[in-house]
């Protein structure tokens, strides 16, 4: 690597999420330091700025990398926030990476390429094994999300038993009470746009924690495998959510109590939706009935405002059953086409009259379709 003048001299070491997809010939994003026998005033001196709250990190003067210095932590109460966290410039390498949840990101990477990896992850990484650092892991509810995160994002590691074995533990001594909603939502939503989303869902329910972090869903089994599907077809989050949500009455509250994004919960409200109408749609045949209930779904779905999400509730929809995206696509259009300032000059003096000429106009279109 590089010499840099903001950090010669300092002990400095890649760690993390960066070395291990390094190592797995995986691409990464920024990488994230730790800096060992330094102190905050050493940082500042560099040119560092201070970012961090409970402990000490600081973003490159250039590059923006977050440095954080090496620490250690003890729990001090329950949930992902009870720690106290020490970073004397005594506290060591090592000593920072056993306080790290998994083996695999519990290496560390020096300046000159060399890894610094006391735990054996690199032996993990080859065996495809996900495994946990030590007792210190119950004491952080998070990483039972994080390793079902990671889980959908692999799909070709395991777990270790002993570590599902230490999830169940830390769901009934009520570790996962603690989570709150937003980081819940943050590694829930991590999950959902990985490779194997069932994965997710499977460690959560396996570990019990699906249970107390979303007891509102049902139909887990059902939705999982299609939820695999979608991330197949790249779908996006919205459509995800509403396609893991899509067998849960309860899912308006879970929406609520989770802090979902507006966007992911309106999904999640129309899809039953969706498919309702297009199940009714089936065997019908073409005619002023068939133009009526296109038409219905359109309004329903505000199709007509916001194309776009309608196109993408149709792909989620696809997921579960045959749909015809470029026919719609086409009823879209021709609707949208129908211009509603002209009917309302016509109806000029009779404004009750333009609403219901507007809808006439535009079912006439999708009846010219019919047609064709």
């Known amino acids: 690597m590089t010499r840099d003048p903001a950090t010669e001299g300092l002990r400095a070491y890649i760690v993390g999420g960066a070395v291990r997809d390094a190592l797995l010939g995986l691409p990464h994003g920024d990488h994230d330091w730790v800096v060992v026998g330094a102190t905050p ?4 001196g560099r040119g560092f700025i201070p970012v961090g709250g409970d402990f000490p990190v600081f973003l490159h003067p250039r590059t923006k990398e977050e440095y954080a210095l090496a620490r250690t932590e003890r729990k001090s109460g329950r949930g992902y926030k009870g720690f106290t966290f020490y970073t004397g410039a005594d506290v060591t390498l090592e000593d920072d990476l056993r306080r790290r949840d998994l083996t695999v990101n519990a290496i560390a990477q020096d300046e000159d390429g060399r890894l610094v990896d006391p735990l054996g992850g690199a032996d993990d990484l080859r065996a495809r094994i996900f495994r946990h650092v030590g007792d210190a892991f119950e004491e952080d509810p998070v990483r039972i999300l994080r390793l079902a995160r990671f889980a959908a994002r692999f799909g070709d590691f395991s777990i270790a038993p002993e570590t599902m074995a230490l999830c169940r533990r830390m769901v009934e001594a009520g570790e996962a009470d603690a989570l709150v909603a937003e980081r819940v939502w943050k590694e829930l939503s991590r999950g959902l746009m990985a490779q194997a989303p ?12 699906l249970a107390r972090v979303m007891p509102e869903l049902q139909g887990v089994d059902e939705v999982a495998a299609q939820l695999d599907r979608a991330a197949g077809q790249g779908l996006p989050l919205a459509s995800r959510y509403a396609l893991m949500c899509r067998l849960t009455p309860q899912r308006e509250a879970l929406g609520r109590r989770m802090r979902v994004p507006t966007e992911c919960n309106d999904y999640a409200r ?8 297009l199940g009714a749609q089936d065997g019908m045949p073409d005619g002023p009935g068939r133009a009526d209930a296109q038409l219905a779904l359109m309004e329903r779905a505000d199709a007509l405002r916001k194309p776009e999400r309608f196109f993408e509730l149709l792909d989620a929809a696809a997921v579960l059953r045959a749909v015809d995206l470029p026919a719609w696509q086409s009823r879209v ?4 086409g129908v211009d509603a300032g002209a009917i309302a000059k016509a109806c000029a003096g009779e404004p009750a009259r333009i609403k219901e000429s507007v809808r006439q106009a535009r079912l006439a279109r999708l009846a010219d379709l019919q047609a064709v």
Request: zero cysteines; glycine letters at 8%.
């Open 270 to 277: 129309l899809l039953p939706e969706v498919l309702d109408a």
């Open 41 to 44: 005033e050493d940082m500042t």
């Open 198 to 209: 069932s994965r997710m869902l499977g460690v959560l329910n396996e570990s019990g924690a």
């Open 333 to 336: 259009a021709a609707v949208r």
